[in-house]
Each structure stands twice: as C-alpha cells, then as structure tokens.
C-alpha cells in the first residue's frame, strides 16, 4: 500500500472566491436540481467548510439571487427583429424559459433580490426598449416591475407541471360549477380554461405594456 502524501505534497485547492462559489453552485443546479444548492453540499463540491463560504455569501438566499443573476447574463441581449413591443416581449419571453429551465428556479425568483451586473444589464435593456417607445421616464421605472413580477410568476406557475388528475378536478368543478351559484363562472366556463401557457402569458404580457404605456404614476413618488 502506497503511503499517504503529506500535506505539502498534496496540490493545492484554489483560493474561495465569490465567482467561484457561484460557477460551483450552478453546476450543482444543472446536474442535480436547486433543492440540491445547499451551502452544506456546495462547501462539500469545494472541499471545504460550509463556515468558510459565509465569508462570501450571508446565505442560501442570497447564493440563490446570485445563482439567478448569472443566468440572467444569456438573455440579457434582446433581438433586433420587430418593433419594441414585441423585442420586450421576446426579453420577457426568454427570461421566464430561463426560469423554467430549472424547475424550483422560478419559486426561488419569487422572492430573490438579484443585484449584480447581468441582472442591471436586463434592467438597463428593458428600459431602452421602453424609452423606444416613448414611454415616460417615470412609468418605465414604475413598469419593469410589473413585467418581471408577471413573467416571474408565471414562470412559477408552471415551475412544476401539476398532474393530469389535479387539471381534470380544476377543469371538471369550473364545467360543473351550478350557474345558480356561480352564474358567471359557468358563462365563462370555456374562456377560463382556453389558451396555451404561452399564448395566455404573451397576452398578459401586452395588457401589461399597453397600461405601463396609458397609465400614470402618482405625481408624489417618496424614494424608497
């Protein structure tokens, strides 16, 4: 049996930093899901001590913001096809795929608080395309919250396919629903269960612009 190299043998492990830790952490994503994005298995992934990565992120909510902010940076580029309205569509569209690439991604966005560059590169994007449009300065602020609270949510939404049983009670009790007691549901019955995911968020998508667009904000705004 060989002998066990000292210490001073051993290659060294490369210094923590936060790029790192994050690069780490979206290859567990990748590989074996954000439930998996703990600071126990990502310390482990980086063969340290789950103490030593508190130095570089306070913690699990912060290292799954920074996880969103580095994905962020593949959709950050809008297309030059189309009119502003649908280039923002096209951004919106992108970002919620983004999302429901990596299930449990989506629910974890809901209340994330992303700050780094690619997030303020999507921010900075959708606001140009806002600007394009001639949309006032105030109401383009005011705006994209609205659309990525939308696109977030219903990327949430659909995060994790409900079965066919839970879609059949839904669909069932809206066709059932007695029209004595519920008379608008069942006039609506058809309507409230038509569409595609993808068709139903483009649309809400543009009601969301077209308000943005005819809407004004409070004349007194008190900074946050």
Same mark, same amino acid.
């Given at each position: ?59 699990? #909510? ?18 030059? $096809?189309?009119?502003? *309205?649908? *280039? ?45 449009? $001639?949309?006032?300065?105030? *109401? *383009?602020?005011?705006?994209?919250? !609205? !659309? ?6 219903? #990327?949430?939404?659909? #995060? ?17 629903? $007695? ?11 058809? $309507? ?5 995911? #993808? ?26």
């Amino acid at each position: 049996m060989a002998p066990e190299k000292s210490r001073r043998e051993r290659p060294a492990k490369p210094a923590l930093t936060r790029h790192g830790i994050v690069a780490a952490a979206v290859g567990i994503l990748r590989e074996e899901g954000l439930r998996k994005v703990t600071m126990r298995r990502l310390a482990q992934e980086l063969d340290t001590g789950a103490a030593s990565l508190y130095v570089y992120v306070r913690n699990t #909510a912060e290292l799954h913001a920074a996880i969103l902010d580095e994905l962020l940076g593949t959709i950050t580029r809008s297309s030059s $096809d189309g009119g502003w *309205r649908d *280039r923002l569509e096209q951004l919106l569209t992108a970002y919620a795929a983004t999302l429901l690439e990596y299930p449990g991604l989506a629910l974890s966005a809901l209340v994330a608080r992303p700050s780094g560059k690619n997030y303020l590169g999507l921010v900075e994007t959708m606001l140009a395309l806002l600007a394009e449009g $001639d949309v006032p300065p105030e *109401r *383009r602020a005011w705006g994209i919250d !609205l !659309l990525l609270q939308y696109a977030t949510a219903t #990327a949430a939404e659909h #995060a994790d396919e409900e079965s066919p049983e839970e879609w059949d009670a839904l669909a069932r009790a809206v066709h059932e629903a $007695d029209e004595t007691t519920h008379p608008q549901i069942a006039a609506h019955a058809a $309507d409230l269960l038509s569409g595609q995911p #993808a068709q139903r968020m483009s649309w809400g998508i543009r009601v969301l612009i077209t308000g943005i667009t005819g809407t004004a904000v409070p004349a007194e705004r008190n900074p946050t």
